[in-house]
């Protein structure tokens, strides 16, 4: 299953509201109508109205409209597991996500700006396979190898400095668990793209990406950051709480650090670009990414999507024409027994 328009989804936050609203409205009549006299006589003033009836009417509005917004989001399921043949290359992204890569020196900070562009990249693929690993102090694999772009836009939202528990930046450590990522399959359609700001706190990454370029894996760096570096904001809660101070009570400046990054390019037969505001540098190194082999593999994926729309759609209709013949007037069933029951008290 698959939501065509899942932006819609925020349409929701309007029940809530008219809930609120609905509460609101119904504790001011009751207080409007007691200052007219007591409950019980202003209630013989309007003998036919039904109280229950409006509740059921509101609600019946509410479940019309949540059916309507689903009917817009559109869920579409796939008829049938289809197993297609694609020819790309396999391409494995290394993110940053330590504390350093909050800096604003890039707009609007060096992960976001990062983000931004890996998702551009992926609208710019076209059958090739890709994974996500983030990296700090430890590595980890956010999104193992797929063709499924959809869901590389999902976990990629969902990236945070907050992820990885032991800061510090190991680049070698990311780019040998990307290695390992692609598998043993052997020949030139592999690279990995590493995104960092270069402030590496170990020294085996220029050795990780040597063994890299041995098995015929490129790799290239993107530098996130300025020369003259910006300062690390902390934040409690959303709200900005000053900057990261050294053991001395100094505000630390963190900067990128090109001469690492250009090493480890080197080392793994690829290239460095530096980003800045106005281009993050993919551009280039999608074109040393199309230069790779093309291998031809195997993948399994959902194909007929249909639309499922109408079927919320017309329940949303059948819901609002209930609504409308329903009346707010209390039965005559419901009035002829009650008067019965008066005249037998």
Known sequence: MQFENFYFIYAFAIIPLALLIHWMTRKWKKKALKSYGEPAVVARLFPDLSRTKQLWKFILLNIAFALLVTGMINPQIGTKLEEVKRKGADIMICLDVSNSMRAEDLSPNRLEKS???????????????IGIIVFGGEAYVQLP????????????????????PTQGTDIGKAIDLAVESFGKDEG??????????????EED????AEAAAGKGISIHTIGMGSENGAPIPEYRGNVQDGFRKDKEG???ITKLNDQVLQEIAGAGNGIYVRATNSDAGLNHVLDQLDKLEKKQFDSKMYSDYEDRFQWFIAAALLFLLIETLLSE?????????NLFGEKKK
């Not at 990454?205 to 990780?208: G, K, L, W």
């Not at 007037?329 to 027994?337: D, I, M, W």
């Open 115 to 129: 983000k931004q562009a890996i998702a551009k990249l992926l609208e710019k693929l076209e059958g090739d396979r």
């Open 250 to 252: 100094n505000t630390i």
């Open 145 to 164: 190898i797929t063709t499924d772009y959809a869901a590389a836009k999902l976990f990629l939202e969902s990236i945070s400095t907050d992820m990885i």
């Open 205 to 208: 990454a220029v050795r990780a």
């Open 188 to 201: 030139k359609n592999k690279a990995i793209v590493i995104i960092t700001d270069g402030e590496n706190h």
């Open 329 to 337: 007037r209390k039965s005559k069933l419901y009035q002829r027994l």
